[in-house]
């Protein structure tokens, strides 16, 4: 079955940074986009990044365009999330993403960027 599992996550200050890796498994993992979102406390989950199955598109949520970079691995079956500058309103659980089938999330890490 789909298996979607992140790592990664902490605790950083603010302007500091982290890099999320996510490994999937029980899918053809470079027939589908992947992304990632996150939730945070009392808001609505929404999308961070995307990246088509190739790598050659990529597309970011206005507030982490320039600080956050999504990247794949297609050989790993691995996507990652870069994000650098972090500000506090980055805190959240973030989730890995895939579009196969009707999408699929992984359990989550917690980010939480407090000094």
């Known amino acids: 079955q789909v298996q979607l599992v992140e790592s990664g996550g902490g605790l950083v200050q603010p302007g500091g940074s982290l890099r999320l890796p996510c490994a999937a498994s029980?899918?053809?993992?470079?027939?589908?986009?992947m992304g990632w979102y996150r939730q945070a406390p009392g808001k609505e989950r929404e999308l961070v990044a995307t990246?088509?199955?190739?790598?050659?598109?990529?597309n970011y949520a206005d507030s982490v365009k320039g600080r956050f970079t999504i990247s794949r691995d297609n050989v790993k079956k691995a996507v990652y999330l870069q994000m650098n500058s972090l500000k506090s309103e980055d805190t959240a659980v973030y989730y890995c993403?895939?579009?196969?089938?009707?999408?699929?999330w992984g359990q989550g890490t917690q980010v939480t960027v407090s000094s």
């Open positions: 993403w895939t579009a196969r089938g009707y999408g699929y």
């Open positions: 029980g899918f053809s993992f470079n027939s589908y986009a």
């Open positions: 990246i088509t199955e190739g790598g050659g598109s990529r």
